[in-house]
T-cell receptor, first 115, second 114 residues
Framework: NAGVMQNPRHLVRRRGQEARLRCSPM?????VYWYRQLPEEGLKFMVY????????ESGMPKERFSAEFPKEGPSILRIQQVVRGDSAAYFC?????????????FGPGTRLTVL | KQEVTQIPAALSVPEGENLVLNCSFT??????LQWFRQDPGKGLTSLLL?????REQTSGRLNASLDKSSGRSTLYIAASQPGDSATYLC?????????????FGRGTQLTVWP
C-alpha cells in the first residue's frame, strides 16, 4: 500500500505565476488535509476536504488559494499569482473514511520557491 | 484558538540517555493528541496517537502521556540512539466544528550523538 504521494517534490515559480500542487491519498482514504510550513514556523492547517466537498477551509488565505478533491484523481492545491511569501513546504495528509478519529498520514511535501 | 507549545526547542544528548519532550496546549477540548517525527527535507511520520479518553500510548522505546486537565503531553524516549535524531512534532486534534484540523507545535529538534 503506497503512502501519500505528492508531486512535484520541488517547484520553482516566478512572482505572478500559478502553482499547482498535487496530492494522491493512500488507497482507501477519502479525507485529505493540506498544511503549510513556513520557514522557521510550525505546520499550519489550511484546508480539509472529502471527495468533492470542502469540509473546512478556514485556514486558507481568502485570495489566490483554492483546493479541490474531485471524484476521480488527486487533490489539487492551487495558488494563483504567487508572491515570495508563498515560499514554503506544503504537506498533504490523508485519513480513512472514519476521518478525524484516525491518525493522519503525511506525504513528503512539495517545497515551493517563489523567485 | 488552540496554541501548542513545545519545549525544549532543541536537545542534544549522548547515545543511551532517556529523554522527555514536552508539549502543552491551551484548549483542553481536544479530540486527540499525536506525536510525529520529521526528518530533514522529508514528510511527517506518525509515532503515537492518544485519543482524548486515553492517558498514554506506548510503541517500542516510545511512550506518550496525555493530561488533558493540565493541557500537557510528554513523549518519553528510552535508551536514545543516533537514529532517533530528528524533529519531533506534537499536534492537538481539534473537535467541534473544526474536527479534523491539527494544531502543531514548532517541534523539538533532537540530536543524539554516538
Amino acid at each position: 500500500n503506497a503512502g501519500v504521494m505528492q508531486n512535484p517534490r520541488h517547484l520553482v515559480r516566478r512572482r505572478g505565476q500559478e502553482a499547482r500542487l498535487r496530492c494522491s491519498p493512500m488507497k482507501g482514504h477519502s479525507h485529505v488535509y493540506w498544511y503549510r510550513q513556513l520557514p522557521e514556523e510550525g505546520l499550519k492547517f489550511m484546508v480539509y476536504l472529502q471527495k468533492e466537498n470542502i469540509i473546512d477551509e478556514s485556514g486558507m488565505p481568502k485570495e489566490r488559494f483554492s483546493a479541490e478533491f474531485p471524484k476521480e484523481g488527486p487533490s489539487i492545491l492551487r495558488i494563483q499569482q504567487v508572491v515570495r511569501g508563498d515560499s514554503a513546504a506544503y504537506f498533504c495528509a490523508s485519513s480513512p473514511p472514519s476521518g478525524s478519529r484516525d491518525t493522519q498520514y503525511f506525504g513528503p511535501g512539495t517545497r515551493l520557491t517563489v523567485l | 484558538k488552540q496554541e501548542v507549545t513545545q519545549i525544549p526547542a532543541a536537545l542534544s544528548v549522548p547515545e543511551g540517555e532517556n529523554l522527555v519532550l514536552n508539549c502543552s496546549f491551551t484548549d483542553s477540548a481536544i479530540y486527540n493528541l499525536q506525536w510525529f517525527r520529521q526528518d530533514p527535507g522529508k514528510g511527517l511520520t506518525s509515532l503515537l496517537l492518544i485519543q482524548s479518553s486515553q492517558r498514554e500510548q506506548t510503541s517500542g522505546r516510545l511512550n506518550a502521556s496525555l493530561d488533558k486537565s493540565s493541557g500537557r503531553s510528554t513523549l518519553y524516549i528510552a535508551a536514545s540512539q543516533p537514529g532517533d535524531s530528528a524533529t519531533y512534532l506534537c499536534a492537538a486534534g481539534d473537535r467541534g466544528s473544526t474536527l479534523g484540523r491539527l494544531y502543531f507545535g514548532r517541534g523539538t529538534q533532537l540530536t543524539v550523538w554516538p
